[in-house]
């Protein structure tokens, strides 16, 4: 597994706005977009390409365009959605499928309660967008369910993530061609699961919920 963790000061300008309890849920939206865009960027450094010829009003030349399949953006619901305007802005022709995951209070294992995915994943680039990579049990799960349709390769945008999620995911994955690309790399995880020093609820500080 390669972890990719972004070094930007614009990065960490738009992360240290986020992390400020005062930013309200439209600014938080925002810059949540923004920054995406930026992580965006790092992430498809691996995106297939192939090469096309073309006319430039001058002589033919050898250009690069994005291979067929095309890659799959999957937003893992709720937070996840928050990021998905950022990420198609760079990559346009992507498609987009939904995976919702939740954590069964007992068992504590994570289920998937929603899925609007292709069924046939094969040959797929997909890229997972989980803003917080806290214990790791939502996106870990996420995952092994894109390889199971088939995926090629997974590469998952987080905003910030926990070492102790990071380590999950990497036990999880195994040898599997699975990225992390991530806004920051924080402190630790609390008693209660929040990433330390983190941004509190991604869900509730996008969405305004109280
Ligand atoms: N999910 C969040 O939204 N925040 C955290 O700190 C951890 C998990």
Redesign the pocket.
């Known amino acids: 597994m390669r972890v990719h963790v972004a070094d930007h000061p614009l990065i960490t300008h738009k992360l240290t706005v986020l992390r400020d309890k005062r930013t309200t849920s439209p600014v938080f939206r925002q810059l949540t977009e923004e920054l995406i865009t930026l992580l965006a960027y790092e992430a498809t450094r691996g995106v297939r390409v192939e090469e096309i010829e073309i006319d430039t009003p001058v002589t033919r030349t050898t250009g690069l365009k994005i291979s067929e399949p095309r890659p799959l953006v999957v937003p893992i619901l709720r937070?996840g959605l928050g990021m998905l305007e950022g990420m198609t802005t760079l990559l346009p022709t992507a498609e987009v499928g939904f995976l919702g995951m939740a954590r069964n209070e007992e068992t504590f294992e994570p289920y998937t309660y929603a899925e609007r995915l292709p069924d046939d994943l094969s040959d797929r680039q997909c890229f997972v967008l989980d803003?917080?990579l806290?214990?790791g049990g939502s996106l870990g799960a996420a995952i092994d369910f894109l390889f199971a349709r088939g995926a090629q390769d997974v590469t998952a945008v987080c905003i910030?993530a926990?070492p102790e999620g990071v380590a999950a995911i990497e036990k999880q994955v195994g040898d599997r061609d699975v990225t992390l690309v991530l806004g920051a790399m924080d402190e630790r995880?609390n008693e209660k699961?929040?990433?330390?020093p983190?941004?509190?609820?991604?869900?509730?500080?996008l969405y305004g919920t109280v």
């Open positions: 937070a803003p917080m806290a214990t910030l926990a995880l699961g929040y990433i330390v983190g941004l509190g609820d991604a869900g509730d500080r």
